[in-house]
């Protein structure tokens, strides 16, 4: 959606699908860069904008986009028509700039689509119930997507984005990255919470929760490519159990920049003392992420979580003003850390991965700073100047440059 022309080529696409007799829904994001326009200007006006406010600035970029692509199919003449989010009956909850969609009533979309049209909806918004315009956070448009097509029980959602799917780890920084033609739904939350930036979290929590089959492509392709063609292409996301492959042990290695260090010294340790130093932090609606609480000595200990490094300012400012009722010592951060994670639902049934992975880092003298691990993935807290040295080494480690 980055230009008029790119636009015509979305339509054309759109019209390609249609003719083969589907049913067409369509969720498009802003055109490139609309938002960050649109929230400098609101920043002009007010340093920390209010954040209703923000969302009724915010939400206008989409919708400049849906009446543009549905122009631009009646031009080739295709009955199409385009909603807002809360036209098309998305519901959320109030918690302007990060909303959650609560539910979604689908009778006018349906009735539309039963009478032959293409829906065109936005992305990225809804309206809570007291009628007020809201917005899902940065990267929404794939949550409503995914959304949309759960409430519709769609057959599949294409999520047409930049790349051409969902790879080992970002070329960008690999150059033997390797795209992926399948990934389960389980490694792929883990990608995208870890910092992948094809799809945003929360979209991939609704494809998984209610079983859409979503498939990455790339929006750059011949818009009048084969249908066939286009329909196996990018990277499927499936579930486990429907895979009789192998697995390979790591899928991917995933880093994110963005990360910052918090460390609450000396705080008492007794019963409650994670809940009185998180419990503000999310009051703030401030998300933690790798939590450390250190051996006690002499009754006290201490207490190191990560944020994100947008957010960094406001959790140190919080606990600041929490330190002498916390019993602490001291507050101390750290905002130049990045993560990296190997992911792989292979991990189940093979053992040795973290000592691999703690291996690689050391003979490249990398020090780990924190630790997280689940089922199927490792993630460590490093130095943000040895990141892009740590993917590369990792991704070498695991060969994932062999398909």
């Known amino acids: 959606m980055g230009s008029t022309d790119r636009i015509k080529n979305v339509a054309a696409r759109?019209?390609?699908w249609h003719d083969a007799g589907h049913q067409i829904v369509v969720v498009p994001s802003a055109m490139s860069g609309e938002t960050n326009r649109l929230i400098a200007l609101a920043k002009e006006i007010?340093?920390?904008p209010d954040p209703r406010e923000l969302d009724m600035i915010a939400s206008t970029g989409e919708q400049v986009s849906v009446g543009l692509l549905a122009m631009a199919l009646l031009a080739i003449g295709k009955d199409a028509v385009s909603y807002t989010g809360?036209?098309?009956g998305i519901r959320t909850d109030s918690s302007f700039t990060k909303a959650r969609i609560q539910s979604i009533d689908d009778t006018r979309v349906r009735n539309d689509l039963s009478q032959g049209k293409i829906v065109i909806i936005t992305g990225f918004q809804g309206m809570d119930e007291d009628g007020n315009i809201s917005t899902l956070g940065r990267g929404g448009s794939d949550t409503s997507?995914?959304?949309i097509a759960a409430a519709l029980k769609a057959d599949e959602c294409l999520i047409y984005t930049d790349v051409d799917g969902v790879y080992t780890t970002d070329p960008r920084v690999v150059d033997e990255a390797r795209r992926l033609s399948k990934i389960t739904f389980e490694e792929m939350l883990e990608l995208a919470s870890l910092g992948s930036k094809v799809l945003q979290t929360r979209s991939v929590e609704f494809a998984g929760n209610y079983q859409v089959p979503t498939r990455v492509l790339s929006s750059l392709t011949d818009p009048l490519m084969p249908l066939e063609e286009e329909a196996n292409s990018g990277t499927l996301i499936s579930f486990e159990e429907e895979s009789n492959m192998e697995q390979a042990v790591i899928s991917g290695i995933a880093f994110h920049r963005d990360e910052a260090k918090i460390t609450v010294l000396g705080v008492p340790d007794k019963p409650g003392v994670a809940y009185h130093i998180l419990g503000p932090i999310a009051d703030a609606n401030v998300e933690v992420d790798m939590i450390i609480q250190n051996q006690s000595v002499d009754g006290k200990t201490d207490f190191t979580f990560t944020v994100p490094r947008n957010d960094y300012v406001k959790a140190m400012s919080v606990l600041e003003s929490q330190r002498e009722s916390l019993g602490a010592t001291k507050v101390i951060g750290d905002a130049k850390?990045?993560?990296v994670s190997a992911v792989g639902v292979g991990m189940r049934s093979h053992v040795g991965v973290a000592s691999q992975m703690f291996r690689t880092l050391s003979e490249?003298?990398?020090?780990?700073?924190?630790i997280s691990t689940s089922e199927i993935k490792i993630s460590v807290l490093i130095d943000e100047k040895y990141m892009e040295l740590a993917v590369r080494a990792?991704?070498?480690?695991?060969?994932l440059e062999q398909a």
């Not at 490249?364 to 924190?370: D, H, L, R, T, V």
């Not at 990792?394 to 060969?399: D, Y």
């Open 46 to 48: 007010m340093p920390q």
């Open 14 to 16: 759109v019209a390609k």
């Open 394 to 399: 990792l991704h070498k480690a695991f060969n």
């Open 364 to 370: 490249e003298g990398i020090n780990i700073m924190m």
């Open 86 to 88: 809360w036209q098309a």
């Open 145 to 147: 997507a995914v959304a």
């Open 337 to 339: 850390v990045s993560k």
